[in-house]
């Protein structure tokens, strides 16, 4: 069992940076590969990005490639999400995930209750 709960959320103007943390609890987190999805208004939930139990092979959206970096630490137990060039468009609640088939098939065992990233333009 992984419990989740994400932080670092808020608003900021296009161009802005935000750092999301999520914070994991449940000694077999490090087994876990871990990741953000994110839902706009209207929209379906999407990935985001996504991060192997190792660090060795993070994944991106084509949309935030080059702007947001994914990051965990297995000792600590938490996933970290610096997001930086923010667009109007980056809105959307941003959700923590815990998944054994995340990376591969965007699959998610475990959710986090979300953050708000409202970005103005």
């Known amino acids: 069992q992984v419990q989740l709960v994400e932080s670092g959320g808020g608003l900021v103007q296009a161009g802005g940076s935000l750092r999301l943390s999520c914070a994991a609890s449940?000694?077999?987190?490090?087994?876990?590969?871990m990741g953000w999805f994110r839902q706009a208004p209207g929209k379906e939930r999407e990935f985001v990005a996504g991060?192997?139990?190792?660090?060795?092979?993070?994944d991106y959206a084509d949309s935030v490639k080059g702007r947001f970096t994914i990051s965990r630490d297995n000792a600590k137990n938490t996933v970290l999400l610096q997001m930086n060039s923010l667009k109007p468009e980056d809105t959307a609640i941003y959700y923590c995930a815990a998944g054994s088939l995340l990376i591969s098939r965007r699959e998610t065992d475990y959710w986090g209750q979300g953050t708000q990233v409202t970005v103005s333009s």
């Open positions: 991060i192997g139990w190792s660090s060795g092979r993070p």
């Open positions: 449940g000694r077999t987190f490090s087994t876990y590969s």
